[in-house]
């Protein structure tokens, strides 16, 4: 179970995150919605570890927030925007054995480790690129081998900043079936910040909506969007619709004219 107590989150001086607290079980994935510049990204990367941060973030009742880098890291998946974290220098397969040894320098890859990395291969759909090095791949390419590298290490929380960005619509439905699978079948928590609202009321169990820094609304994805409350987060008059499997298809109609913002 993830569970963040009054979450502050800034960059340099800037108060960016606004005492967020959101709980989500095992094997559940949210997704993170706002308008840009609401905190989505400033968020996760709080959760990450990679920005300075104050409150707690309990992973099975452990404080994240209280470990090492090192320590934390172990705990964590995350997949940045752009992945420009990528290697450009060695190949897919290599960097999968490499992600299972903490990016220690004197790695050696063990029965396991290689058995690991080619799982990863086929759940992504990925032998084609094993021996390519990311820097000869398109930026959908590398944002699939970002994921693999994420999950190769087996993380308890796995963090997605805008992960399907890149992808052409086939390519979004399968990463983002793949990790609700994922996430279902290990029972790990996945945070993800998406833009698609359709693809949220699909692939997301439930959703925090941020504005200016401050959690708006959270709670399941099908309560959560109203037309009511699509307005008030993102200015726009919104028609939603059930579609079959039990989701709902959301239209944007117009534009509205700006709204009052929540008390900062």
């Known amino acids: 179970m993830l569970r963040i107590e009054d979450l ?12 967020v607290s959101v ?24 959760l990450a570890g990679l920005l300075p941060a104050r409150g707690k973030v309990l992973l099975d009742g452990q404080d994240l927030t209280a470990l090492s880098p090192a320590d934390r890291s172990r705990q964590i998946g995350y ?3 752009g992945v420009t974290q990528v290697s450009a220098q060695l190949t897919t397969f290599d960097l999968l054995l490499l992600a299972q040894n903490g990016g220690r320098a004197d790695w050696r890859a063990t029965p396991e480790s290689l058995r690991r990395a080619e799982a990863m291969l086929d759940l992504l759909h990925l032998h084609p690129l094993a021996q390519r090095a990311p820097g000869e791949m398109s930026g959908g390419q590398r944002q699939m081998v970002a994921l693999a590298l994420a999950l190769v ?12 960005s890149a992808l052409d619509l086939a390519n979004q439905l399968h990463l983002l079936e793949l990790v609700r699978e994922h996430t279902r079948r290990t029972g790990i928590v996945t945070v993800m910040v998406l833009h698609d609202l359709n693809l949220a009321t699909r692939y997301a169990d439930a959703v925090a909506m941020l504005e200016n820094g401050v959690l ?5 994805t099908a309560g959560a ?3 009511e409350r699509l307005a008030r987060v993102y200015g726009v008059d919104c028609h939603i619709l059930p579609v079959q499997g039990g989701h709902t ?6 534009r509205l004219a700006e709204l009052p913002r929540a008390a900062e």
């Open 216 to 220: 708006l609304h959270d709670g399941d």
């Open 23 to 46: 709980s989500l079980e095992a094997g559940q994935c949210l997704a993170v919605l706002g308008r840009n510049g609401a905190g989505k990204t400033t968020l996760v990367r709080g």
């Open 8 to 19: 502050h989150v800034r960059i340099g001086r800037h108060p960016v995150v606004k005492g």
């Open 225 to 227: 969007m109203t037309r």
């Open 79 to 81: 997949v940045a925007q």
């Open 153 to 164: 290490r087996q993380p308890r929380l796995l963090l997605l900043d805008e992960p399907t």
């Open 249 to 254: 298809a959301i239209y944007p109609l117009s």
